[in-house]
């Protein structure tokens, strides 16, 4: 109902560890803006998933942010749903815990390297690796965590060409949207700029 809405989150529940892991709209009225990401509980409006560049294919475990902030440099929003949850249940035989915690340690580090302008990128690369290493730690994937912060510092060095930071007005609103959880698209929605694609 909005045309700067790009992506809707489906409410989903996770069976296994009894937690919402994406929220139902906070009141059934309005627009609530949230945090995408989601990857497997969503509906996309294909021409702004194509205008944004569409996943990369080499990042997993935190593809949907980074889509995210792409289509929020574009001037779109995901908007939490008022439909019926899905219900989550991990594979505990297919899933490779190791790799995803990796893969997670590395890319959420690649996502400063992709998306966050100066001087923000700084900050944010020292907060990701500090709470980075101590979820590892917590979780007893330290050495883990460490190998895959490894590999995204290795990764910026080989591929410069794939850092395009997003607007520095784009990063707050970003970061606003993550602190809040969802916000009413009427409070933002004047923040919001449009910048064609790179």
Same mark, same amino acid.
């Given at each position: 109902?909005?045309?700067?809405?790009?992506?809707?989150?489906?409410?989903?529940?996770?069976?296994?560890? +009894?937690?919402?892991?994406?929220?139902?709209?906070?009141?059934? *009225?309005?627009?609530?803006?949230?945090?995408?990401?989601?990857?497997?509980?969503n509906?996309?409006?294909?021409?702004?998933?194509?205008?944004?560049?569409?996943?990369?294919?080499?990042?997993?475990q935190?593809?949907?942010?980074?889509?995210?902030?792409?289509?929020?440099d574009?001037?779109?929003?995901?908007?939490?749903?008022?439909?019926?949850?899905? *219900?989550?249940?991990?594979?505990?035989?297919?899933?490779?815990?190791?790799?995803?915690?990796?893969r997670?340690?590395? *890319?959420?580090?690649?996502?400063?390297?992709?998306?966050?302008?100066?001087?923000?990128?700084?900050?944010?690369?020292?907060?990701?690796?500090?709470?980075?290493?101590?979820?590892?730690?917590? +979780?007893?994937?330290l050495?883990?965590?460490?190998?895959g912060?490894? +590999?995204?510092?290795?990764?910026?060095?080989? *591929?410069?060409?794939?850092?395009?930071?997003?607007?520095?007005?784009?990063?707050?609103?970003?970061?606003?949207i993550?602190?809040?959880?969802?916000?009413?698209?009427?409070?933002? +929605?004047?923040?919001?700029?449009?910048?064609?694609?790179?």
């Open positions: 109902d909005r045309p700067q809405v790009a992506a809707v989150q489906i409410p989903c529940w996770d069976l296994t560890l +009894k937690t919402w892991i994406g929220d139902r709209a906070r009141n059934p *009225n309005g627009c609530w803006v949230v945090d995408f990401n989601l990857e497997g509980s509906a996309i409006r294909r021409d702004a998933f194509e205008q944004a560049g569409g996943y990369r294919g080499y990042v997993r935190a593809e949907g942010k980074d889509l995210a902030i792409r289509l929020l574009l001037g779109y929003v995901c908007r939490a749903s008022r439909c019926q949850q899905i *219900n989550h249940e991990p594979s505990v035989i297919a899933r490779d815990v190791r790799a995803m915690f990796l997670s340690a590395q *890319n959420n580090l690649m996502f400063a390297w992709h998306n966050v302008p100066m001087p923000q990128f700084l900050v944010h690369v020292a907060g990701n690796i500090f709470n980075t290493l101590r979820f590892g730690l917590r +979780k007893g994937w050495f883990t965590s460490i190998i912060i490894g +590999k995204a510092l290795q990764s910026m060095v080989a *591929n410069p060409s794939h850092r395009h930071p997003c607007q520095r007005s784009t990063y707050r609103l970003a970061r606003l993550v602190k809040e959880g969802q916000v009413p698209f009427d409070l933002i +929605k004047d923040r919001l700029t449009r910048r064609p694609p790179t």
